[in-house]
C-alpha cells in the first residue's frame, strides 16, 4: 500500500522563487514539502567546475548577475547567506561587430565613432531608437500596462517588437540592434516578441538600459564567487531535513478530493525520475513555479481554467545556450579590452569576461542565442565550439594583434543548452509574441485556482526574469499562502465552538 504523505503545503520545484516560499512558511511553522524533478537544487541556477580538478573554477551556465542596489532581494540573500561577491570587469574597450562584419573598439560605457558602422547613419539611428525605446519604456506601468484597460496598450500588443522599430526607424543598423536586446535578454527574435511585452519587460528592470548596464545599478554589476547556485544551496540549508524530495517529477494535480473539514486536501502524484515508483502526498495549499508553458506537462483534475490554459499556450520561451571557454590568463585584458563584444553578424551574440581572479578562473562567457543559437544547435558539438572560437578568432585577433597580445588556446570549453532542459523549456523567461495575448491573458497569470497558487520569476513585477524577480514571487506567494491557511485555522476554530 503507497504511503501518503500529508502536510500544510508543498511547493512543486526547487529554485529561488519555491525554495523562498518554503523558507517563509516553513518558517511561520507550517509544515512544508517541496517536489523537485531534478537532482538538484537550483532550478535556473547552476553553477559547474567544469575542470573538476580541485581548483572550484566555477562558472554559471545558468542566471550569474546581480546588483547591490535595485535588485534588493536577491542582495540581502546574498549578504545574509554570507556568499562573496565580484564586480563585472568593464576596464577597457568593446567590440562592436555589425552586419557588414566590420569590426569597431570603444570604451565601455560610450559609444562607437560616428564613421565606425558601415551604414552611412547606422549610429545615430541606433543611438536614437535606443532612447526612443527607452523613454518609452519609461511610460509604462507595471502593475497595469497588460490589464488591456489603454488603446495604447492594446495597440503595443498586437505588434512585434520588429514592429515598432521600423515603424520608427528604416536604419538596418537599428534592426539589428534591437535584435541583440532580445536575443541576449530573451532568447528570440524581434518579431516574436510583443511590442507592449518588452516594454514591461524592461520597465520591471528599470528600463532598457539599467538592465543592460554592467556597471553600478546595471543588471550585470556583481556576479558569485562560488556560483548563483550557491543561493539555492544556501536556503536548501535552512529548510528542516528531508523538506525538499528530489527526483519526483509531478505527473497530476488533483483538486477534487473530498472536504476534510473546513478545507479540500489537495492530492499531488509524483513519479521517481531514477526508478518511475509513484508517490502520493496531500496537502492543503499547493505553490506551482513551473514556467506557464510547461502546465501541460502535468494532468489537472478539474482541468485548469480556460484562461489559465491560454495563457500557458500563449507564452513561449527562447534559446539561449552559454558557452563558456576557460583559458589560463584573461588574454584580452592585456589588449585593453574589456571582454565584452556586441556581434549583430553571429553565430556569438554577445561575450562577457566571466571571469573570478582569486580563484584563477579565467573565462569568457559567450551567448549562442535566438536564431543564431538554434542554427548551431544542429550542429555537433565539436563543430558548434570550433565554429565559437574561430569567432572569438576573427572578432579578438585584430585588436590582440595590434598590442602584441597572443589569444590563449582554451583550458576547457562548457555548454548548456536550456531548450532541451526538459523541466525548464528554455530560457531566461516565457514571453508574449505579438497578436494581444498579453492583454488577454497577463491578468490571470498570479492568480489561484481554488487551493493552487503561483509563483516564478515571469509572475514578479519588478526584474521579472532575473534572480531577483523569482525571490520576490517566492515571497509574495508565501504570504498569500500563509495569510489563507491562517484565515482556515480561524473558521475552522470558530466552526468547532459552535458545534
Known sequence: MTTVTSVDVIVVGAGLSGLTAANSLGQAGHSVVVLEARDRVGGKTWSV???NDGTN????VGAAWINDTNQSEVYALAKDLGLELVVQNTTGYVIQEDLSGRLCTFPYGQAPDADALA?????SEMLRIRQAFQDTCQTIDIHKSANGSTPEAVTL??????????RNSESRTALASASVWTRAMLGLEPEQVS???FLNYCKSGGGLLQMRMDTKHGGQYLRFVDGTQSLSKGLLQRLRPGTVHLNQKVSEIDQSANSNGSSVMTNVFTTAMNSNQQKHYLCRKLILTLPTPLYKTISFTPPLPPAKQALSRSTIQGYTNKIIILYSSPWWRRANLCGLLQSFAGPITVTRDSSVDKSNQFSLTCFLVGKFGREMSLLARTERFAKVQRHIERVFRPFCDKAGVEIEVPLKIVEYEWVKDEFSGGCPVPVFG????????????????????????ETSYEWKGYMDGAIRSGKRVAKEVGEALTQESGSEGSRKARL
Not at 157 to 166: E, P, T
Not at 439 to 447: A, P
Open 57 to 60: 573554477r566555477v562558472v554559471d
Open 434 to 457: 505579438p497578436g494581444g495575448d498579453m492583454t488577454r491573458y497577463e491578468g490571470v497569470l498570479r492568480q489561484r485556482v481554488g487551493n493552487m497558487y503561483f509563483a516564478g520569476t
Open 157 to 166: 500588443d498586437q505588434l512585434s517588437l520588429r514592429d515598432w522599430i521600423i
Open 49 to 51: 567546475d567544469p575542470c
Open 195 to 197: 511590442a507592449l511585452h
Open 119 to 123: 551604414e552611412a547613419d547606422g549610429l
